[in-house]
């Protein structure tokens, strides 16, 4: 891959999830002419080309980056990203590789037929060695709603509504999909809650997201619906879910992300009955996300434009 040589940074504060010599290998051999550096090893900060973070950056991370031509972070979305102060003249450019769409669109969709089909309780019965069959409510009655209708929930929704399920959208803009409900905006956030079976939450976290799951969105919900949360704990407000879960307002949850992570040991949300707790395994997006990384790393040797880039003022 021909280009000017090029200078990487790498933050890795989740080595469980990201091998840093794994991608320091894999993006040479895409990119010979690249230089690796992996924090704190930064040398000359303004020899810096490309910034590869998985966490938001710490006050001053980025000065003395003259250089910088692009910031990747390393994840679904950049919530862990202070906006604010980011460098608005550098691309903020976000993964976002159809593998790592597919396993959480995968993971949606077993979620929902793990309840529409009964699986806890052929388990149960498995164990006490009962046989009795549990009708399934018909897909065609059946009303599920996806929040954010983005590559996950817009390929989710699609796939639903192929099932033969009563399939509805809410997003930020009008969507056009074919066979499926599109609500949009704030005022039309009710109406998208009420009578669905399932809701399916893969917003990204912004300003107008954050707690949109609460005591009043629950309230809205049809008496027994579920939900399934792929986004960002942030998204709910954990209280406000435990309630509605003891109150029976919903039938179930579950959650594959948390308001703090590791999900604390304290938290009532392990014991609850009516929860599933998954460690934020929707996606294991970090080796597919080598290959976009690489293309990146690429683009800015060449000179050539950026995919992928957020828009710093909406955030996603």
């Not at 209708?149 to 999909?177: C, M, N, P």
């Not at 800015?300 to 995919?307: D, F, Q």
Request: glycine residues 8%.
């Amino acid at each position: 891959m021909s280009g000017q040589p090029i200078t990487v940074l790498m933050v890795n504060e989740y080595p469980d999830y990201i091998d840093a010599e794994v991608w320091a290998a894999e993006l040479k051999k895409r990119v010979p002419q690249l230089e690796f550096r992996l924090w704190p090893d930064v040398g000359n900060k303004g020899d810096i080309d490309i910034a590869l973070i998985d966490k938001g950056a710490s006050p001053g991370f980025f000065d003395a980056m003259t250089g910088l031509r692009a910031v990747v972070y390393l994840g679904a979305g950049v919530d862990g990203m202070d906006l604010q102060s980011f460098p608005k003249s550098v691309p903020l450019i976000r993964l976002a590789t159809r593998e790592q769409a597919s396993e959480v669109v995968q993971y949606i969709v077993l979620r929902v037929l793990f309840q529409q089909r009964h699986v806890a309780e052929y388990l149960s019965q498995q164990a006490r060695k009962i046989w009795k069959p549990i009708a399934p409510r018909k897909v065609s009655e059946t009303r599920i709603v996806v929040l954010g209708a983005g590559r996950i929930g817009g390929w989710a929704a699609k796939l639903f509504a192929e099932l033969g399920y009563d399939t509805a959208v809410w997003s930020r803009h009008q969507k056009t999909l074919p066979g499926i409900q599109s609500y949009f905006g704030g005022a039309q956030l009710a109406d998208a809650l009420t009578l669905q079976d399932y809701v399916i939450c893969s917003l990204p976290l912004t300003g107008d997201t954050r707690g949109i799951l609460n005591s009043s969105a629950f309230g809205k919900m049809k008496r027994g619906a579920y939900l399934v949360n792929v986004a960002r704990g942030a998204h709910v407000k954990e209280a406000d879910l435990i309630r509605a879960l003891d109150e029976d307002q919903l039938s179930g949850a579950c959650l594959d992300v948390f308001q703090r992570e590791p999900l604390e040991a304290s938290s009532p949300l392990w014991n609850h009955p009516k929860v599933t707790i998954t460690p934020h395994v929707a996606s294991f997006w970090v080796d597919s996300g080598i290959d976009q990384a690489a293309d990146l790393c690429g683009q800015v040797a060449r000179g050539e434009p950026l995919s992928n880039k957020i828009d710093l003022e909406v955030g996603y």
